[in-house]
């Protein structure tokens, strides 16, 4: 939409209630989620993540938001609100939280991962610990955590009421019945919080063009207790480490199917201490040590390890070119991906397949058996949340230009309106939402 009329300046603009949106990353695009509110000039952020891309040569590119709009208008945020503790929502707070220089609020899983990020004898701002459903306040705004169901325990949308007006911004979600760790989706809450009325709805594109409902963790648990009982020699399976609920499945396949269960790879270290230090991974025996897995007849190993997008340095790319110092693959073996590729990996991935094949290891992915599920809503779930929160408005985010225009069409579909944003556009929301300026946005590439 061009801009109809002569743009107030910033500095006007936004001292009056609004409120305002923009967005200085995951807008139109995927990762970097850095997303601000405004009001009667006081700013909060939700989320601060880090964006992946993967370069013709193979490696990763590791870029975050850049804070120019912030320096340009001299904004000072006064808090930054987390809604989970995936890397796309929290991977650049380690980088940004001192120039931010706000408290930061989240739930007590993510704030250990972030802490766990923090360059220790650095002095950080202060970081609080939420309760889900307990309303804060924060100057001009409220704003209220709300559990929903995802891919990592802990992942919560938040209510903001600001300026008289009531704004659900999504964060990533699905919804699962059965996510076998970690809270329900708060139904009730989220009905009455449609009762009370949404003015706007800021919300997860990901899976916005696909039809039908997600798949259910514990739908995912006995596709891998299929396939895993139809191997003869060792299983590998690769997954997110984050991923808690797919964690603890396998641990109780693995004694279910006489095996037993050993991770490979140093995120799922960290993960598996982080989960069981907040009672998410209570499944027994659990995980033994690699050296002891390696000893054991190979018809009782079940490796979960890193590296399902072809990172050749992770566990799995060590396994396929055979030079992992603790365990080394066989023909007859079974490589399992619990995973998703994530776009831009192709190329790494397909090497780290031929050279699986290569050894005769077998390979079963996700399109020949039901073992992955995505964390992101696709259209059934979208109608179901909306039929409980009624929106008037929606602001499509976390998804590049394709998943915001369908979930934005899709929406229209249930009557509900509303604009794509793109990175660095300020929207009024006092109304219909519209765009009135413009800010500074770019990614800044870091080293890691
Ligand atoms: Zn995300
Ligand atoms: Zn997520």
Known sequence: MELRMPVPRFEQLHRQPGPFFVALGGAGMFGANLYLYGSGGQWIGIDCGLALESTASGDNRVSVPSLEAL??????????????????????????????????????????????????????????EIRPLQPIGLGNFQAE??????????????????????????????????????????????????????DV???????APNPGASRSEAAVQD?????????????????????LARLHSLAEIAMDSGRHAGLLGRSLLRMQSHGRAHGYLRSRPGFIGAWELGFLPREQQLWVCTGSQGEPAAALGRLAS????QLALEAGDTVLFSSRLIPGNELPLQRIREQLLGQGVQIIDDDMAPIHASGHPPQDDLR????????????????????QQAHLAFARSLGINGLVPANGQLIDLSGQPCRVADMPWGLVQIQR
Do not use: M
């Open 223 to 243: 596709g891998l207790s299929d396939a895993i009982r139809s191997c003869q020699g060792r299983v590998v399976v690769t997954c997110f480490a984050s991923n």
């Open 145 to 198: 955590w709300i559990p929903v169901t995802h891919s990592i325990p802990e992942s919560h949308g938040i209510l903001l009421q600001v300026a008289d007006k009531r704004l659900y911004h999504s964060g990533d979600w699905k919804l699962d019945q059965q996510p076998l760790i970690g809270e329900l989706t708060a139904e009730a809450r989220l009905r009455a919080i449609g009762r009370e009325g949404v």
């Open 71 to 128: 320096r340009k208008h001299d904004i000072q945020l006064s808090a930054l609100l987390i809604t989970h503790g995936h890397e796309d929502h929290i991977g650049a707070i380690p980088h940004l939280w001192r120039e931010l220089g706000c408290p930061l609020y989240t739930s007590p899983f993510t704030a250990q991962l972030i802490r766990s990020k923090l360059t220790p004898n650095l002095e950080w701002p202060a970081l609080h």
């Open 322 to 325: 055979g030079d992992h110092p």
């Open 384 to 403: 179901q949340l909306y039929s409980w929160l009624r929106p008037r408005h929606l602001l499509p985010v976390h998804g590049e230009e394709y998943h």
């Open 201 to 207: 709805l800021i919300g997860d594109s990901t899976n």
